[in-house]
């Protein structure tokens, strides 16, 4: 299948600082790819779909200025996670969606951000 | 909205056991079905899919699904489980044209060697 590189795999920041995380569709263009925050021992939450080019769609309840979107090329979105605290500390995910065949997703093997 | 429920949240087998994960989804429509798997430390990884067809899908590493529209059920099974199959399962659905899937909260399995 597909590859969607997520990096870094894991980062622990300090409190107030921001933390860039990027995920990459390796070998196929994504026009769209998802972001999705997984607690411990939950399923998994979109927090916001990305589209190439344009402003990203946010979940209820997810915020937009603090999860800032980029998804400046069809093979890389970013996530932002501005002015970071303790609650930000989860696993994030992302997803890239493929335009050919089925559009089954492929996901990124997710980033663990601990804020300290 | 969608919603899928994934009855057993942990599940404790010994190896060579028959292993089946519920899965339930309510809509009413069409509706595609998957199967992820991740492994501890892992990225998701899709085991199976159902988008059409036979109701019965195989994956990958011996696993199979049935689609059963009348129950709104997308079972995960494997007649003989491994020590190597410890992971968690997500079961997901897409559905009404909307690509985006809802999954479920995961099913814990830990097979004893």
């Known amino acids: 299948g597909a590859v969607v590189s997520q990096h870094p795999s894991w980062v622990i920041c300090k409190s107030g600082t921001s933390v860039k995380i990027e995920c990459r569709s390796l070998?196929?263009?994504?026009?769209?790819m998802f972001w999705y925050r997984q607690f411990p021992k939950q399923s998994l939450m979109l927090m916001a779909t990305s589209n190439e080019g344009s402003k990203a769609t946010y979940e209820q309840g997810v915020e937009k200025d603090k999860f800032l979107i980029n998804h400046a090329s069809l093979t890389l979105s970013t996530l932002t996670v501005t002015s970071a605290h303790p609650e930000d500390s989860s696993f994030y995910i992302c997803s890239a969606r493929s335009e050919t065949g089925t559009g089954e997703a492929f996901f990124g093997q997710g980033t663990r951000l601990t804020v300290v | 909205a969608q919603s899928v429920s994934q009855h057993n949240h942990h599940v404790i087998l010994s190896e060579a056991a028959s292993l089946e994960l519920g899965c339930n989804y309510s809509?009413?429509?069409?509706?595609?079905l998957f199967w992820y798997v991740q492994y501890p430390g892992q990225h998701l990884q899709l085991l199976l899919k159902y988008f059409s067809g036979d109701p019965l899908v195989k994956g990958i590493k011996g696993f199979e699904a049935e689609f059963i529209k009348s129950k709104f059920s997308f079972n995960l099974r494997k007649p003989s489980v491994q020590w190597s199959d410890t992971a968690e399962y997500f079961c997901?659905?897409?559905?009404?044209?909307?690509?985006?899937?809802?999954f479920g909260r995961g099913t814990s399995l830990i097979v004893h060697p």
């Open positions: 997901a659905v897409t559905s009404g044209g909307s690509y985006i899937p809802t």
């Open positions: 809509y009413g429509g069409t509706v595609n």
């Open positions: 070998d196929f263009q994504a026009t769209t």
